[in-house]
Every structure is written in C-alpha cells, then in structure tokens.
C-alpha cells in the first residue's frame, strides 16, 4: 500500500513538472558512450556497449539506452561544480559492480546526478567507491 501511495505520489509530480525547462540535458541533445561493463540505473542493469542518454519529455527524467536494450527512465537532479571539460558519465564502483552516478556535458558547471539507490548504499556502507569516468559525446 505505501509502494502505492509513494509511486502515485511520484507520478503526479512528474506529471506536474513535464511542462518545465530541461537543464543541461536538452530535448534535443544526447549523449553517447561506449560503456565498456554492465551497470545499474535505480533497480535495473544495462549492459555494456553503446549507450544514449537523452531527456524523457518530463523534466528531471532522462532515458537511457544501451545497444539493443530497451530504454530505461532515471529520475535525476542538479550537481554543480567547475565546468567540464569534456561530455562525460561518473560511475561509482564497489568490486565488480558500477552505479551510473553523473552525467556532465562539456563546458556546463552543473550536470545531472542520479540518485543512490538502496544497493548501492548498502554496498557504500562497506567500501568507498572508485570513480570511474567515460568520455561520451553530445
């Protein structure tokens, strides 16, 4: 009932925001990277190859695709910094598994942040995360 509530509630918000500029991540542009390993966006994994991150049509919310996968929507939110000097994607990596984490588009001093989700804390409460950064083109 509350996993009910929460994703109506979620919904609604989304719904609310879709007439909202996009940030950096553009209606139009995209991002494109070849991911070289398998990682995880909220509770799915997208495996390894050529990759698309592009705005979803509701503000906050991008869709990624990987080669011959079905897309797959993140909720996401600002981070600021210098600008960067390159398009890139952040990954956090605990062992053998990697969380996307950022999505930065060259030249911008803020970019996208995906939540942490539940595995991904609960592997952090054990080990600090390596970064792992993938040049992508916009």
């Given amino acids: 009932m509350k996993k ?8 609604t918000v989304l719904l609310m925001a879709a007439g909202s500029a996009y940030a950096q991540l553009g209606s ?3 991002v494109r990277a070849n991911v070289p390993f398998d990682y995880k966006v909220g509770n799915a994994t997208i495996k390894a190859g050529d990759c698309s ?3 979803a049509g ?19 939110g600002l981070v600021s910094g210098k600008p960067a000097a390159e398009t890139k994607l952040v990954f956090h990596k605990y062992g053998d598994e990697y969380f996307l984490a950022q999505i930065w588009i060259g030249g911008e001093d803020t970019g996208r942040q995906l939540p942490r989700t ?7 409460s054990r080990a600090e995360p390596d970064s792992v950064v993938i040049v992508a083109q916009k």
């Fill in 58 to 76: 509701i503000a906050d919310v991008v869709a990624i695709r990987c080669a011959g996968s079905e897309a797959k929507l993140a909720l996401t």
């Fill in 4 to 11: 009910q509530v929460l994703f109506s509630l979620l919904t």
């Fill in 118 to 124: 539940h595995a991904e804390k609960e592997l952090m």
């Fill in 28 to 30: 139009k542009q995209e």
């Fill in 53 to 55: 991150i592009r705005a």
